[in-house]
């Protein structure tokens, strides 16, 4: 959950510290979605059955307009292979850290841009490559 400023930080390979996404967002949406083995569905008679392989965190941050100046500082963020993610999580009760990867991301331009006007705001999700423990 999104509960102050400092609730979400990542960090990728090489930082030495992780950075507090709060101060660039206006959104974040939590997602736990549930990865079914092969021997799974629903018989004649509608009853599920199979095996669930475990529940994969994906978060969903929609980002504000950014300066050219933020966007330099996010965009190796949101390049790089895996990133190491702070959220709190609600079923721990807890900060956790997971492993993610990203989704694409766009930035729209409706003007030319300098370091003092912004994009458009955009979105990236990001999605745990463990299962949730």
Do not use: H
């Not at 510290?17 to 799974?40: H, P």
């Not at 949101?78 to 702070?86: G, I, V």
């Amino acid at each position: 959950m999104f509960i102050d400023r400092n609730s979400i930080q990542i960090k990728i390979a090489g930082m030495n510290d992780y950075i507090s996404l709060g101060q660039y967002l206006v959104e974040a949406k939590y997602s736990y979605n549930k990865l079914w083995a092969n021997d799974s569905g629903r018989n004649l008679a509608g009853v599920m059955s199979g095996t669930l392989v475990g529940i994969f965190p994906k978060i969903i941050l929609q980002f504000r307009a950014l300066t050219k100046t933020e966007l330099e500082i996010i965009a190796p963020i949101l390049d790089a292979s895996t990133q190491s993610l702070k959220y709190y999580d609600p079923k721990k009760k807890a900060t956790v850290t997971i492993d993610t990867y990203t989704g694409d991301w766009e930035i729209i331009n409706k003007n030319i841009i300098d370091a003092d006007t912004p994009n458009e705001g955009f979105g990236c999700s990001f999605i745990s490559v463990r299962k949730r423990s």
